[in-house]
C-alpha cells in the first residue's frame, strides 16, 4: 500500500482513478468520501495523523432504483448527516486522547451498543429538532407575526415567502460568523478550507503535495454549505407554489413536509452546476455560494493541508485497491 501512496504522490495519473470525491472538516481533521469508501484523518496531540478507514455504499448504490433524480438528493442528505455526525464524534474522541482498542478481547455487550446508539440518535435528533426550531419555526413565527402588522406582506404571498428566506438567510450568515470568531471553531473552518483546496488538487490531476494544495483556492462548487444557501433560496419559489394555510401550525406542517422535495431539487442543482462549472451561466448561479464560502473555509496552514491530503490519499488508495 505505501508504494501505491508514493504512486499517487509522484504521478496522480498513473492509478487510473477519476471519480468525484466529497468531503466534510471535523475537529482537528478531515473526512474524505469516494466512491466505496469513507477516511477520517485527525491531528493528535502528538503531532502524527491518525487515520480511520472504512468500506462505505450508499443506498443508491445498494439498490439502483432509489437512484432517481430527487429521490437520490433526499437520501444522499440523511445519509451525510449521520456519516458526518459519526466522523465529528470520532475525530472528538481522538482530539480528547481516546484510543481505540487494537484487537478487543470481547465484542462488546449488546447493553453497550445500545447505548452507543442510543447517545448517538438523541445527539442526531437534537441537531435536527435546533435546526427545525431556529430556520423553521422560528423564521415563520417572526414573519407571521410581520404578516399582521403590514397588510401588504398579508395581500403579496411571494412577498412573505421572500421575507421568510431572508431572515433564515440572516439567521445562518449570523451564526456562521459568530461561530468564526471562537478559535476552535475557526480551526475547524480552516480544515474545511484544507479539505477543498487537497480535492482541487486531486482534481486538476496534480501531485498530491502541500505546495500544489496550497496554490489552489479553497472555494469548491460542491460544497454543502453553498448546499445550505441553495435550499434557503429555494424554499422562497416553492413555498410560493403551495397554497398559503390558515394558521401558523398547518403552515408550518406543510413548510416540514416539503423540504425532503426542496433537498432533493438542491442536491439535483448542485450536481449539475459542478459539471458545468465552466459555463458562464453556471458560473454566475454557483456565485453567491462560492462568496458564501468566504465564511464557512478559512486559509489552512501546511499542517492542515497535510492532514486533508493524508485523508485523500487514504481514500485512493482503498479505491485503487477495490478496482
Known sequence: MEALNQDIDNDPLRPKIDFAVGGQAVIEGVMMRSPNHITIAVRKDDGSIKVKKRPYKTLTQRYKWLNLPILRGIINLFEMMIVG??????????????EEPQEPTKKPSRLAKLGQYSMFALSFVFAIV??????????????TYLE????????HYIFFNLID??????IFLTYIFLLSLIPNFRRIFEYHGAEHKSIFNYEHKKPLNVENARNEIRFHPRCGT???LIVFVLSILVYTFIPKQPDFWANLAVRLAALPLIAGIAYEYLKMSAKYANKTFVKALIAPGLWFQRLTTKEPDEKQLAVGLESLKEALVLEQYHR
Do not use: C, H, P
Open 226 to 228: 453553498s448546499f445550505i
Open 85 to 98: 455526525t459519526e466522523a465529528i464524534n470520532y475525530s472528538a474522541a481522538q482530539f480528547e486522547g481516546e
Open 130 to 143: 435546533l435546526s427545525i426550531g431556529l430556520f423553521k419555526f422560528l423564521t415563520l413565527w417572526i414573519t
Open 165 to 170: 428566506g431572508v431572515i433564515k438567510m440572516s
Open 148 to 155: 399582521t402588522r403590514f397588510s401588504y406582506i398579508s395581500d
